[in-house]
């Protein structure tokens, strides 16, 4: 398929922020081409980039990431390392990828979704319904902190940031008495004996793109797009479309409290798409379903509908 493939001499350079987590998923990228290609990993370079948002003062600090400048904090350096041609490819997150990304780049390739739900991790109560009224609950997640409001208006939610390892400290420290994390992170990094529960989809929806993984390119190199290509999963890709083209219909920065779920059933794709109020003094919620193929457009339609349905109000917090 490609003529030019990397060797140890001339390798794939792949980029990534330097969290555990962050590494697991680059690994788990060059496994995918290694396999894919037949290629010995010597073939693949990964190169740690130190993005604003591995800040650790910030991070200690627990400062909101709205307030340090929302979803770009996690790429901004690592996209300008593969502009300026210091990497070939970067690995992320996709939940923490803005919709648009800079000229000259693409984001087309998805490797197959992990579990998508949250989970509950405590050390001295078992899930949500258990913790007391007034308890702490640690989440820099706009999302999680306005869905905590609407279901649990009782407990007071403190800003909480850091890698699985920090905030188990924090936890034991007693910063907060829960916190969240995403499942599909815990899995990846064999740390699953963490959590106490995972909370249905039903009962907290998640961020957009939770659980999968996203890998970018330079629009212009075709290398990197046909070794791409090979590892590509169709059906994460079909679900993403739906999710993102809603997320870019309503607010494409970590400003607004924002959930969406699309999963496939045979040829029909349904979506669940909610907003709320960052207090979760109210939500707005939608179901629908439509041809896969139709995804994108579904989530566009969706995202006017909820925000007509908000009405101007709604969104007034964005600019404060």
Not at 78 to 107: N, R
Not at 300 to 318: P, S, V
């Amino acid at each position: 398929m490609t003529t030019n493939l990397p060797t140890p001499a001339q390798p794939l350079r792949i980029g990534t922020r330097g969290s555990p987590l962050a590494l697991a998923q680059a690994h788990e990228t060059r496994s995918r081409l290694m396999a894919a290609f037949d290629l010995p990993e010597g073939a693949f370079e990964i190169v740690v980039i130190k993005t604003t948002g591995d800040d650790r003062t910030l991070i200690d600090a627990d400062i909101a990431l709205k307030t340090l400048g929302g979803k770009g904090l996690f790429t901004k350096e690592i996209e300008e390392a593969m502009l300026d041609g210091s990497i070939d490819i970067a690995v992320h997150s996709m939940k923490d990828m803005p919709v648009l990304q800079p000229l000259g780049l693409l984001l087309d390739c998805y490797l197959p979704r992990e579990d998508v739900r949250d989970a509950f991790v405590s050390l001295s109560h078992d899930s949500l319904t258990d913790l007391p009224q007034g308890a702490r609950v640690g989440s820099s997640s706009l999302r999680r902190r306005a869905q905590l409001g609407a279901r649990r208006p009782d407990l007071q939610v403190v800003e909480f940031r850091g890698n699985v390892q920090t905030r188990m400290k924090k936890l034991g420290d007693g910063v907060a008495d829960a916190t969240f994390l995403a499942m599909a992170g815990l899995r990846r990094l064999g740390l699953t004996d963490v959590v106490k529960s995972a909370i249905a989809v039903e009962d907290m929806l998640p961020a957009v793109a939770q659980g999968a993984i996203g890998i970018e390119r330079r629009a212009d190199d075709l290398r990197a797009a046909a070794m791409l290509e090979a590892i590509h999963h169709g059906p994460t890709g079909q679900r993403l479309a739906a999710e993102r083209a809603f997320l870019a219909g309503l607010d494409g920065s970590c400003e607004t409290p924002i959930a969406g779920l699309a999963e496939l059933d045979g040829g029909t794709l349904r979506l669940r798409g909610e907003i709320l109020r960052p207090d979760g003094s109210e939500v707005l919620t939608d179901d629908r379903s439509a041809p896969i193929e139709d995804g994108a457009a579904l989530g566009a339609a969706m995202a006017r509908d909820l925000r007509a349905r908000a009405g101007e109000g709604f969104f007034d917090w964005i600019a404060a």
